[in-house]
């Protein structure tokens, strides 16, 4: 008997029915006061946020802040968790809610500690992205009506892997499918500069949020700018907020940027 083709019409589910099979989104804050107050409140739960940003402005700070709203999966693929820690640990902030992921020594480093060879290898650049993905993986399975972040510092790492392009497009659909099964945020570290414009515009188009730090430097001053281009679910800012890194994240409230 022959069988008729398959629609491909899908039929997008209305409001009411959306309603009774997922959780309403909601704002949820970031963890830095001043930058919450700025956007309303916070961000939507459930966002992938892209932080792009200049490596000398030490942006990760804002990562550690991050971790202080929420459980926090922190992926370390630059630097020994333990490093992390410390420098977390001498800003004053408390690191009982982090649970490390150790991309760095699962990939830089052999069962019996010794540093491996292999680093640009094909194949060992795919099985670093396996383990990330089982990770997120088990991430899900452990979160049960919990709020938590997850933290990719940096997610430059996996960009410039030996990769076919196909497993990084697969790892970004990977990360944006977990995030909108938690009630939290995502955040993907990124260093300007050492992305290939193809992956970070492939970046910045699944992004829910986009933040963007630039540095200028003057002749007797260094200035941190922060701006949130893009926000879905709500109305990005067209504010530049200044900032310095001192305990913490700083954010300058004064309206004189130019």
Request: charged letters at 20%; a negative charge; glycine letters at 6%.
């Amino acid at each position: 008997m022959k069988q008729e083709p398959k629609s491909s019409y899908q039929h997008i589910m209305s409001d009411a029915e959306q309603s009774s099979t997922m959780p309403e989104s909601y704002i949820i804050p970031t963890g830095i006061s001043l930058l919450d107050d700025s956007l309303g409140g916070g961000l939507p739960s459930s966002s992938l946020v892209y932080f792009s940003a200049n490596p000398r402005s030490m942006s990760e700070v804002f990562l550690y802040q991050f971790s202080q709203s929420r459980k926090t999966y922190y992926f370390a693929t630059s630097r020994r968790p333990s490093y992390i820690q410390k420098d977390i640990l001498n800003l004053g902030f408390d690191p009982s809610n982090i649970l490390f992921v150790d991309v760095y020594s699962e990939y830089y480093f052999t069962a019996t500690g010794d540093m491996v060879d292999n680093v640009g290898n094909e194949f060992a650049d795919s099985k670093i992205i396996e383990f990330t993905e089982y990770n997120l993986h088990n991430i899900l399975l452990d979160l049960e009506n919990e709020e938590a972040n997850i933290i990719f510092d940096t997610f430059s790492f996996f960009t410039n892997l030996n990769v076919n392009f196909g497993l990084i497009k697969k790892l970004i659909n990977v990360l944006y499918e977990t995030t909108k099964e938690i009630s939290g945020i995502t955040y993907l570290y990124g260093l300007k500069g050492s992305i290939r414009e193809r992956v970070e515009n492939e970046i910045f188009n699944v992004s829910d949020v986009i933040f963007d730090v630039t540095m200028d430097c003057t002749s007797d001053k260094i200035i941190n700018k922060l701006s949130i281009p893009k926000i879905r679910g709500m109305v990005p800012s067209t504010d530049v907020i200044k900032f310095n890194v001192a305990r913490g994240v700083s954010i300058d409230t004064s309206k004189d940027i130019v």
